[in-house]
């Protein structure tokens, strides 16, 4: 699976804001755009899962989902947590 950034980078490493893209195939499919920190998911950002239409809204920590968020389903739902 192909990668893309476009953003900050401090020593190397992805740090501030930026976009990160994962291509699958011939096509770019999920995306994250916000914040990093030494190389990780860190701060405010969005996710969005291009094969389901979903894309979560909320906090990261290390990378991982962490905090208050929402998660948009493509019917229109949402989840708060």
Same mark, same amino acid.
């Given at each position: 699976?192909?990668?893309?950034?476009?953003?900050?980078?401090?020593?190397?490493?992805?740090?501030?804001?930026?976009?990160?893209?994962?291509?699958?195939?011939? =096509?770019? %499919?999920? /995306?994250? !755009?916000? &914040? +990093?920190?030494?190389?990780?998911? @860190? *701060?405010?950002?969005?996710? #969005? $899962?291009? =094969?389901? %239409?979903? /894309?979560? !809204?909320? &906090? +990261?920590?290390?990378?991982?989902? @962490? *905090?208050?968020?929402?998660? #948009? $389903?493509?019917?229109?739902?949402?989840?708060?947590?």
């Amino acid at each position: 699976m192909e990668k893309k950034y476009e953003g900050g980078y401090k020593n190397g490493k992805k740090e501030g804001r930026g976009i990160y893209y994962y291509k699958l195939g011939d =096509k770019y %499919g999920d /995306k994250y !755009e916000g &914040d +990093w920190k030494n190389n990780e998911r @860190e *701060g405010k950002g969005i996710y #969005f $899962y291009h =094969k389901y %239409g979903n /894309k979560y !809204e909320g &906090d +990261w920590v290390n990378g991982k989902k @962490e *905090g208050n968020g929402i998660y #948009f $389903y493509k019917n229109g739902n949402k989840y708060t947590g």
